[in-house]
């Protein structure tokens, strides 16, 4: 019995000399590296070279043809010519019904109502406070649905682009409460 015990005390006694044995030795030498790449790796710049790809960048684009995943294409460039396209050929491919227009009002209370105001007239609080002059009154404009989705999605005189802030979907539904309100408008 007291070997048994003395076993085990020469036993701690020597695991911990080791450990402290560990701490001390020659620093100079590395220790083995399995993967030098992993405890050395390279920093590439984002836009310096790079030898990992064909075209030696760092930054790649992205493959030709290909779309952002939640993103749509849209096919009216951001131009006034791209601005007369849109309003005459582009068409809303939601159907008009309750679920949109509550989300498109829901959209514009967000978004437009400060500027536009409640009822399209231009009349929003940003422009009663003098922040902004000149918002249009949707009565006085020649405007389509191509035309008002354009607008919300590449922006158009002072009023900039939407289309971060809301989905496709949600820039339709937008576009289809201005058109309820203008309705209203020109009654």
């Given amino acids: ?6 076993i085990l005390k020469i036993t701690i006694a020597l695991a911990f000399l080791m450990s402290l044995s560990s701490c001390w030795g020659d620093k ?3 220790n083995y590296q399995y993967m030098p790449d992993m405890y050395k790796s390279v920093g590439y710049d984002t836009y310096g070279q790079n030898p990992n790809y064909a075209n030696g960048m760092t930054s790649q684009l ?10 749509v294409p849209y096919d009216y460039p951001n131009t006034n010519e ?16 309750e679920v949109n227009l509550s989300n498109g009002k829901k959209m514009y209370d967000i978004y437009c109502i400060s ?17 902004f002059l000149g918002v249009p009154n ?4 020649e405007i389509t649905e191509g035309s008002i989705h354009y607008v919300i999605m590449h922006g ?23 058109q309820q309100l203008r309705t209203e408008l020109l009654k």
């Fill in 82 to 97: 791209g601005y007369d396209t849109a309003k005459l050929e582009s068409k809303n491919p939601l159907d008009v019904n």
């Fill in 28 to 30: 100079t030498k590395p």
């Fill in 1 to 6: 019995m007291i070997k048994m015990k003395n």
């Fill in 138 to 141: 949707y009565k006085d404009r």
């Fill in 156 to 178: 158009r005189n002072m009023m900039g682009s939407h289309a971060s802030q809301l989905t496709a979907d949600e820039r339709w539904q937008v576009t289809m409460y201005v």
């Fill in 115 to 131: 500027c536009h105001g409640k009822a399209g007239a231009g009349d929003g609080v940003l422009v009663q406070r003098d922040k």
């Fill in 62 to 71: 992205p493959v030709d043809g290909t779309i952002a995943r939640g993103q």
